[in-house]
């Protein structure tokens, strides 16, 4: 795919706007590569549209994806350009690198970095123009930076005549098109929006996979293919470990791995849910059963204590289920009652006035004196 977009980027250079080199320059310096905003060559070429800082970020950006790993080349007169136009021939070899991109209120800057002879012919003034290579749309719409050249004619016609040898009228045709529009999947007499298309695409789809495998959206090629294959490689490991084939689907291997677990829980160390909850239940009916034991047993004795009278029963085993402590510190505190006390005679069906036992054991359960004649006459009736 790198390849064709290679292919593609040459097939589709455009060269434009010179920038003046001196011989301070030699030693590499910040040159323009695109001006911002709308501009033409001076071959009457154009206009083109570099927009304005956000939109020449995205070129930048989009310049570093395609060059991956690589620097831009600056070549001497675009010989990369005719190097691949037959009977034209040029060595192609390099001017100078270009190492950092950079966006200005100005334009697109990049920093080149000289070979010992480009920096020597510039000195000697051999050389004095930079002539950009840039990707554009049918619009005009700069995409992203190819290359540049050292030229001394810049906006050449000698470019021109390469571009339209391979690009005639900005229309790619023949066998080098064709080629082009298969290497990107694209059918026969495909336009150039079609092959803009094709390429914006990849572009998004590289960015949306640096985004995936957790890097940032300008991470080079090789950053992109090693965290992609780090991935690959521990997926193929889980799928693996779980009995499956290297090329188990996601939920094959989650499911896999769900069973295993599942499969190999030391019965030693854990037990089921449901036991759990069933054992609980059972220890809460166990409780609650000695509970009620204790409560009558406690009950019973301050009874035959004389401390508790019948009718108060039911209280007092409600007290003791409640609160043990309380239900003893009532005992303790009560007073032994005999039977003559708790069953005074009646006049005229109705319970005689209480004595001062029976009065303190009002006072101690917290019930009124007629509650506790009321008490004493039904017993009486039973």
């Known amino acids: 795919m790198h390849k064709a977009l290679a292919a593609l980027l040459s097939a589709a250079l455009v060269a434009s706007h010179a920038a003046s080199l001196t011989a301070a320059d030699a030693s590499g310096a910040w040159v323009q590569l695109t001006p911002a905003g709308t501009f033409a060559g001076r071959d009457g070429r154009g206009p083109y549209d570099a927009g304005d800082k956000s939109d020449m970020e995205q070129i930048v950006a989009r310049t570093r994806q395609l060059a991956g790993s690589t620097d831009l080349v600056v070549d001497y007169d675009h010989q990369s350009v005719f190097a691949a136009v037959p009977g034209v021939g040029g060595t192609a070899k390099a001017a100078g690198w270009i190492k950092e991109l950079q966006v200005r209120a100005a334009g697109i800057f990049g920093r080149v970095e000289w070979t010992e002879a480009a ?27 190819r290359m540049a050249g050292l030229t001394n004619t810049p906006n050449l016609d000698l470019v021109a005549v390469a571009a339209s040898a391979l690009l005639p009228n900005n229309n790619p045709t023949g066998e080098n098109m064709d080629k082009i529009l298969s290497a990107l999947g694209l059918a026969k007499g495909t336009n150039e929006d079609g092959v803009v298309a094709a390429i914006n695409a990849y572009l998004t789809s590289s960015t949306a996979i640096a985004k995936a495998a957790g890097l940032t959206e300008t991470a080079k090629q090789e950053d992109i293919l090693a965290a992609v294959n780090s991935i690959v490689s521990d997926r193929t490991k889980f799928a693996q470990a779980a009995g499956l084939a290297a090329t188990a689907k996601s939920d094959e291997i989650v499911t896999a791995v769900q069973s295993a677990i599942a499969g190999k829980v030391d019965v030693t160390k854990f037990v089921p849910i449901a036991a759990v909850t069933e054992l609980q239940t059972r220890l809460n009916t166990l409780e609650s059963t000695v509970g009620n034991d204790k409560a009558e047993e406690a009950v019973n004795s301050a009874m035959k204590a004389g401390k508790l009278i019948p009718a108060l029963k039911d209280w007092g ?41 029976q009065l303190a054991v009002c006072s101690a359960m917290g019930i009124t004196a007629e509650d506790f004649k009321k008490t004493l006459k039904a017993e009486a009736k039973a």
């Open 119 to 145: 920096a020597a012919a510039i000195k000697a003034g051999e050389y004095r123009y930079l002539s950009p290579v840039f990707l554009h749309t049918k619009a005009g719409r700069v995409i992203a930076i």
């Open 317 to 357: 085993l409600n007290l003791f289920k409640a609160d043990p402590t309380k239900f003893q510190e009532f005992v303790g505190s009560a007073p032994v009652l005999t039977s003559p006390q708790l069953l005074t005679p009646k006049k005229d069906g109705e319970a005689a006035e209480l004595t001062e036992a």
